[in-house]
């Protein structure tokens, strides 16, 4: 059974960063794929970043040079930076264990999302 717990968010001015992190329980950590997803009110859920088994990883257009995700094997964590703070990035922010490249259906475990909200 994977359990995915996220904490990081929270309320921040624009400009300004966060760090949120994502503890998986379970087994496959370090085999799988991680990634950091977000919705916002109204909008459909959207791969934010995405970091393989390898450490490769990637980013959508609108978070790249702001954004960093990073993997800690040995503590089965991933980590996801956001410098430079837009209101735009306002959302709830979901940890996800099995993530698919950019552009397919997400799929996999969900953590139970934290809330990041950038306003002044």
């Known amino acids: 059974q994977v359990q995915l717990v996220e904490s990081g968010g929270g309320l921040v001015q624009p400009g300004g960063s966060l760090r949120l992190s994502c503890a998986a329980s379970?087994?496959?950590?370090?085999?799988?794929?991680m990634g950091w997803y977000r919705q916002a009110p109204g909008k459909q859920r959207e791969l934010v970043a995405r970091i393989s088994s390898f450490g490769n990883t990637n980013y959508a257009n609108s978070v790249k040079d702001r954004f960093t995700i990073s993997r800690d094997n040995t503590k089965n964590t991933v980590y996801l930076q956001m410098n430079s703070l837009k209101a735009d990035d306002t959302a709830i922010y979901y940890c996800n264990l099995g993530t698919p490249p950019l552009g397919q259906t997400p799929r996999g475990y969900w953590g139970q999302g934290t809330q990041v909200t950038v306003s002044s």
């Open positions: 379970g087994n496959g950590f370090s085999l799988s794929a």
